[in-house]
């Protein structure tokens, strides 16, 4: 991997996602991934991983989504903005 992260959404049911170092928690509504750029949300209906190869840092997953966001976390743990509030 060179440092690029890539993500692909195909008709908001199926996104594959490159640069993915870990699936830090997922639902069938959220899905929280570590990436080489940061830290990403999927959020949507019916979310399941299809599969997730640490070698390749690659990640499928399918179901409804609804959005996805990059967010930082800030040197004491929080995160910031709205995912600081579903986190809870």
């Known amino acids: 991997m060179d440092g690029s992260q890539d993500v692909c959404l195909f008709s908001r049911r199926?996104?594959?996602l490159s640069g993915?170092?870990?699936v830090g928690s997922f639902?069938?509504?959220q899905i929280i991934l570590s990436g080489i750029?940061?830290?990403i949300a999927?959020?949507?209906r019916g979310l399941k991983i299809e599969n997730f190869s640490m070698?390749?840092?690659e990640l499928s997953l399918s179901g409804?989504?609804?959005s996805f966001y990059y967010y930082e976390k800030k040197n004491s743990g929080e995160k910031k903005g709205l995912?600081?509030?579903l986190m809870k």
Do not use: N
Request: hydrophobic share 30%; no cysteine; charged share 55%.
């Open 14 to 16: 199926r996104m594959e």
């Open 42 to 44: 999927i959020e949507g």
């Open 55 to 57: 070698e390749k840092k």
């Open 64 to 66: 409804e989504i609804d």
């Open 27 to 29: 639902t069938e509504e």
């Open 83 to 85: 995912l600081s509030k």
């Open 37 to 39: 750029l940061g830290m």
């Open 20 to 22: 993915i170092e870990e």
